[in-house]
Structures are given as structure tokens and as C-alpha cells.
């Protein structure tokens, strides 16, 4: 059973970047049936998607976020990460990675999620 | 971006009882690239259904999805108490997934 981890500050700054990592364990990060992502949700609100990386380093974004989005892996620590610049107030939200299985195109294994806060 | 509109936005019914969940996308939808997603306080969500009908590992015969092209259901045959919870669909068209507003689940 594949788990994922998140890890980052929980604290980021107004204008600074974003930076989490997911940690996968328990099954191959290098797979051609899912690719990596991350998803986020505002306190009390529903969930956006932010973007995914594939097997191969492919990535596709969120268009309305894709400019301040950059994901990466490194498949040798089993991680893939989550760059997000020029944070406001908007971007405090939990976090989460997943996994994508590409078959049906659903989010079939979740992080329990990070709390990161945009604030001075 | 294909909008899911969720609704009612809150359903309050009695353990036992069934529970009909409606998720509408804003244009026509792959019911095989459609997912349905429980949300516990304080958890991640848990895929339930996907391929618009077919059950996840481990979830109970009691949850089932169907629909087609701009309308889909979520049905719970009999409520549990763990059933009560926070629902969410997702699709995935053009290479972008999009989540609805979530439909929540409450105690009557």
C-alpha cells in the first residue's frame, strides 16, 4: 500500500515561494500507471488541483495557477516537490500530494496533508 | 475549465436512511474519467468511486455512482454512521482535473 508524506514550513511569508515535499513509500515513484501531484483546500473550503509531474519529468499545471507553479522529482529519494511563488493570503490552505492513476484519472492515494499559513 | 456544481450543499438525514448526491459539470464529462471522494474533519480525502460507478478498494457495497455525460449521482443505500462526512466529485478532461464544491453530510 503506497503512503505519502508531506513535509515544509507551516509559516511562509507574503511575496516569499512556497516549498513542500512529498515523501512516497511503499511502492515505485518511477511507474508508468500514475503520475504525482498536488492539491490544496482553503480552511472550510473545497479542493483545488495544482498541477502533476509524470513518469519521464513531464508536468501539466493548473492554467490559473501555472506561472507561480513548478513541480519536480527526485526519483532517487523517492520525493517530488512543490514550488509556489509570490504567495499571498489567497495560498494559505492545506496542501496535499497524491497520486494519479492514469487509468481512470483519479486520485487514488493521498498525503494527510500539510497546513501552510501565508502570513507576516 | 468544466465547472462541477454539487448540490444540495448540505443533506441532513437520519442513520438508515438513503442519501442521493447530485454533482453537474458545466459540459459533457467521461464517465470513465469520473470520481467521487469522501472528506472526514481533520483527514484527506478517500477515493470512493471512480470510472463514474465502479467502487474503490475496500468501499462498501452500500455507496454507488452512475450517470453520463453532465449529470451524476452519488448514492448511499443506507447511511451508516461513518458515512457522514463531506462528498466531493472530480473530473478529468484536457488534461485538467476539477473538483465540485462538495456536498456535506450531516446527522439529522
Known amino acids: 500500500q503506497v503512503q505519502l508524506q508531506e513535509s515544509g514550513p507551516g509559516l511562509v511569508k507574503p511575496s516569499e515561494t512556497l516549498s513542500l515535499t512529498c515523501s512516497v513509500s511503499?511502492?515505485?515513484?518511477?511507474?508508468?500507471?500514475?503520475?504525482w501531484g498536488w492539491i490544496r483546500q482553503p480552511p472550510g473550503k473545497g479542493l483545488e488541483w495544482l498541477g502533476n509531474?509524470?513518469?519521464?519529468?513531464?508536468?501539466n499545471y493548473n492554467p490559473s495557477l501555472k506561472s507561480r507553479v513548478t513541480i519536480s522529482v527526485d526519483t532517487s529519494k523517492k520525493q517530488f516537490s512543490l514550488k509556489l511563488t509570490s504567495v499571498t493570503a489567497a495560498d494559505t490552505a492545506m496542501y496535499y500530494c497524491?497520486?494519479?492513476?492514469?487509468?481512470?484519472?483519479?486520485?487514488?492515494?493521498w498525503g494527510q496533508g500539510t497546513l501552510v499559513t501565508v502570513s507576516s | 475549465e468544466i465547472v462541477l456544481t454539487q448540490s444540495p450543499g448540505t443533506l441532513s438525514l437520519s442513520p438508515g436512511e438513503r442519501a442521493t448526491l447530485s454533482c453537474r459539470a458545466s459540459?459533457?464529462?467521461?464517465?470513465?474519467?469520473f470520481a467521487w471522494y469522501q472528506q472526514k474533519p481533520g483527514q484527506a480525502p478517500r477515493l470512493l468511486i471512480y470510472?463514474?460507478?465502479s467502487r474503490a478498494t475496500g468501499i462498501p457495497d452500500r455507496f454507488s455512482g452512475s450517470g453520463y455525460g453532465t449529470d451524476f449521482t452519488l448514492t448511499i443505500s443506507r447511511l451508516e454512521p461513518e458515512d457522514f462526512a463531506v462528498y466531493f466529485c472530480?473530473?478529468?478532461?484536457?488534461?485538467?482535473?476539477?473538483f465540485g464544491g462538495g456536498t456535506k453530510v450531516e446527522i439529522k
Open positions: 497524491a497520486r494519479l492513476w492514469l487509468t481512470a484519472l483519479d486520485f487514488d492515494s
Open positions: 472530480q473530473q478529468y478532461t484536457r488534461s485538467t482535473p476539477t
Open positions: 459540459q459533457s464529462v467521461s464517465s470513465s474519467y
Open positions: 511503499g511502492g515505485p515513484i518511477s511507474s508508468g500507471s500514475h503520475s
Open positions: 470510472g463514474g460507478s
Open positions: 509531474i509524470y513518469f519521464g519529468g513531464d508536468t
